[in-house]
């Protein structure tokens, strides 16, 4: 199952904005504050956990040109990446537009469960660095 944010607008350089995403402890700064809880930083990622209880542990994985990459680790009841695409607009000021992708490996049961709780992270946490960056 592929998701995918709307695209979003940021004031700021798309070196900034990733170099940000880098740090795993920023991601708290991102989440709605409605649906995650118990975030804590872990040496090379995150976890918290999404309403109901639903644990989720991200680790870094490695990067692509112009992204910054998050996958699920063990404890995650789903196996999932995300991917946080930032790239310059080409105005004189910094700015930079940017998307989260991703694609979870579920079966048809599963995926009426967390396609929408996922693509509602996709697009708060592309909503969020807008709010962050404007």
Request: charged share 20%; proline share 7%; with cysteine.
């Amino acid at each position: 199952m592929e998701f995918k944010s709307n695209p979003v607008h940021c004031a700021a350089s798309a070196a900034e904005v990733l170099t940000f995403l880098a740090e795993p402890g920023h991601l708290a700064e991102l989440l709605p504050q409605d649906r995650f809880t118990d975030f804590a930083v872990q040496p090379n990622g995150c976890s918290f956990k999404m309403t109901g209880g639903i644990p989720v542990v991200l680790a870094r994985a490695e990067d692509p040109p112009g992204g910054v990459k998050y996958t699920s680790a063990k404890g995650t009841p789903v196996k999932f990446f995300l991917v946080v695409h930032a790239e310059d607009t080409g105005s004189a000021s910094p700015a930079c537009t940017v998307h989260v992708e991703g694609e979870a490996e579920v079966n048809a049961f599963t995926r009426m469960l967390v396609e929408k709780p996922l693509a509602q992270v996709m697009d708060a946490l592309a909503q969020a660095l807008e709010a962050r960056f404007s």
